[in-house]
């Protein structure tokens, strides 16, 4: 735990949002200002920003092979847009402005409209001075429900956040500094886990839906409270589930987790400093007919398949930040702090073009003193290990300090694809790039 974070000692009860958790898949989506209750009773409310009068934004839900169509109105007195994280989605519909579509001014309104052909965990937040917006709550949790779905008795959300506050619990207002910039982003001083439902049963099997919506905080999570396999990362299923153990969470990152409930099921982040419980769900009464089933895999998605033979092997360097001759640089002229490849910002011509269903293995080397999640819009990508061998298969892939991770990507996706670091500060002060597929 680090500076100010005074408030994370203080006992974490569970906060479920003001209203319209679950919504149907065409809808209204309303950026405007919103109050919340974040801490505990009596000590005043937060001014945020949210969908619909609350953040986290509604929890869209569509079914796999399904449309979602959503009406966005832009309230709030900056230009906004919608990115769909993790969606194989159609380029238009990205939510990136100045890639693939223009800003949404206050008071404008811009319709995405996409299908969904993979189910799983996925999130949408704000793409436009998102380390600003989606810090101060502009985002939510999109789920596509599988066509056959695993038998559980509960289905539950359970969001990953920290926020930067004063001690009399508003929003922190040095959005932007530098020094959030040049270091780790804008790590908050209350970290929560924010979950859709306050109890379960005993003897339940619950499937938790886990999303880091942090700005820049990397989450190290211990679940307890029952026996559990991990099922999917980014929404996409193991081929195997795996043991629950210390999960890890970049900002960006999902993790589904299948849960035979014991007993009260706790959400604990892990620090130098020990444990800290970052929300709960109260186990009340039993469930008279357990699933005894073992966990099983999810329903599998057909992936396109990587030709390694004939993959463009390419390098993704992560440089700058603080200590570093381009961070010094930065904090000295007032320019960029990161960049990949020695170019920082995003390039007016895309950093590669491809064929359509062309396969890159990618070689992301930090060069850096700090960790970057690294997310490739409009796909997913295989994580290689040390032998080359294909791990997880994701959209958002940490990389630690001086460390390095090839992944393989088949960029089958037609459009502009924007690839950065989900430390949005560092997205911010110029860690991106962008590909073409074509
Ligand atoms: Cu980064």
């Given amino acids: 735990m680090k500076r100010r974070e005074f408030l994370a000692a203080l006992a974490a009860t569970a906060l479920t949002p003001a209203t319209g958790w679950a919504a149907p898949a065409g809808m209204r989506l309303k950026a405007e200002p919103v109050s919340v209750r974040l801490l505990p009773d009596g000590q005043g409310v937060t001014r945020m920003l949210g969908f619909n009068g609350s953040t986290p934004g509604p929890e869209i839900r569509a079914r796999q092979g399904g449309r979602v169509a959503v009406a966005f109105e832009n309230g709030i007195d900056s230009a906004s847009a919608i990115h769909w994280h993790g969606i194989h989605i159609d380029n238009a519909m990205d939510g990136v402005p100045g890639l693939t579509q223009a800003a949404v001014k206050p008071g404008d309104a811009f319709d995405y409209v996409f299908d969904v052909s993979h189910s799983g965990t996925y999130w949408y937040h704000s793409h436009e001075r998102s380390w600003e917006q989606v810090a101060k709550g502009l985002y939510g949790p999109l789920i596509v429900e599988e066509r056959d779905p695993p038998r559980v008795d509960r289905d539950i959300t359970v969001i990953l956040d920290d926020w930067r506050l004063t001690r009399s619990g508003e929003l922190h207002p040095n959005f932007g500094n530098r020094h959030d910039f040049s270091h780790d982003g804008r790590i908050g001083n209350f970290a929560r886990a924010l979950v859709s439902r306050e109890t379960v049963r005993r003897g339940d099997r619950v499937r938790l839906r886990l999303i880091n919506t942090a700005t820049a905080r990397i989450f190290p999570v211990r679940i307890t409270g029952g026996a559990g396999k991990v099922v999917a990362h980014d929404g996409m299923p193991l081929a ?51 699933v005894k089933t073992p966990i099983a895999p999810l329903p599998p998605h057909a992936a396109p398949k990587p030709d390694r033979e004939r993959a463009r092997r390419l390098t993704l360097a992560m440089q700058g930040g603080a200590m570093s001759r381009m961070g010094m640089t930065g904090m000295m002229r007032g320019g960029d702090f990161w960049a990949f490849n020695g170019r920082s910002g995003l390039p007016r011509a895309p950093w590669q073009r491809f064929e359509r269903g062309e396969t890159a293995l990618i070689t992301m080397r930090n060069d850096t003193a700090f960790p970057h999640g690294i997310h490739v819009h409009g796909h997913h990508f295989h994580e290689l290990d040390e032998n080359g061998a294909p791990g997880h298969y994701r959209d958002t892939t940490l990389v630690d300090p001086r460390r390095r991770r090839d992944v393989l990507c088949v960029f089958d996706n037609p459009g502009k694809w924007l690839i950065h670091c989900h430390t949005l500060a560092h997205q911010a002060s110029g860690m991106k790039t962008w590909v073409e597929v074509v």
Avoid: S, W
Wanted: aromatic share 4%; net charge negative; no cysteine.
């Fill in 240 to 290: 195997a589930p795996e043991p629950l153990g210390e999960l890890v969470l970049a900002p960006a990152q999902r993790t589904d987790v299948i849960l035979d409930v014991a007993g009260p099921v706790t959400f604990a982040m892990l620090t130098g400093r020990g444990a800290y419980e970052l929300g709960k769900i109260a186990a009340e009464g039993a469930n008279p007919a357990p």
